[in-house]
């Protein structure tokens, strides 16, 4: 015997993984995890696999839906209000909507986010300016977001305010061992041997390919 569960809406369950249509927006390689069509209009779901140090939004207002962080890996700083505070892998941040925020990936390490929004419909401003994955990051059309922007009822303010130098250390500020390893390769490649060898334990070995030598 088949037992079909149908929604009262006609919503069936699905599944999606990274590999399902990735692209990027404004350059950041992403996923669209669930779009108001998937969820009946109740929520948007994006996944940011890896947003470069320094990264950062502009500092804007969503006037029709209210936007969610769950930060996967890395370090990011938020601003909400003017109010900044930073958050580390594990951290979740709430950005009402009406009240500008933004956010920057901060750190040496690129970090890796989840971002909803409920309801959903904002969605169509990111597909919308959505670029094959294999494109290389460019800077985005600013007259094209702007006009998206006022279509899907969101305020662009400008660059972020001045993040402070003293921002409240993160609830759980331990650093995961992808950020480790990305550091201390990018410490190596540099030549920066005092900040590589702290990284690294007091029994490190290394185990060298003598191919070519």
């Given at each position: 015997m088949t037992v079909t569960h149908q929604t009262p809406t006609g919503i069936q369950p699905y599944r999606n993984t990274r590999n399902d249509g990735p692209f990027r927006f404004l350059g950041i390689p992403s996923v669209m995890r669930a779009t108001s069509?998937?969820?009946g209009g109740t929520f948007k779901l994006i996944e940011h696999?890896?947003?470069p140090a320094g990264s950062a939004s502009p500092y804007h207002t969503h006037h029709?839906?209210?936007?969610s962080f769950y930060v996967l890996e890395g370090e990011m700083a938020f601003v909400c209000g003017g109010e900044w505070m930073k958050a580390a892998a594990g951290d979740f941040v709430y950005g009402?909507?009406?009240?500008?925020?933004g956010f920057q990936v901060i750190g040496d390490s690129p970090a890796q986010m989840l971002l909803m929004c409920t309801p959903g419909g904002f969605e169509g401003f990111v597909l919308e300016q959505a670029t094959a994955i294999a494109?290389?990051?460019?800077?985005p059309d600013m007259g094209k977001l702007m006009t998206l922007a006022a279509k899907y009822g969101i305020d662009i303010h400008g660059p972020l305010p001045e993040m402070p130098d003293d921002l409240p250390a993160a609830k759980n500020s331990r650093p995961s061992l992808k950020n480790l390893i990305h550091l201390w390769i990018d410490c190596f490649n540099r030549r920066d041997w005092k900040t590589e060898s702290s990284l690294r334990a007091e029994d490190f070995l290394a185990f060298l390919s003598a191919d070519g030598l």
């Open positions: 069509d998937s969820t696999l890896e947003m029709r839906e209210d936007e009402p909507r009406e009240i500008a925020h494109e290389p990051p460019s800077p």
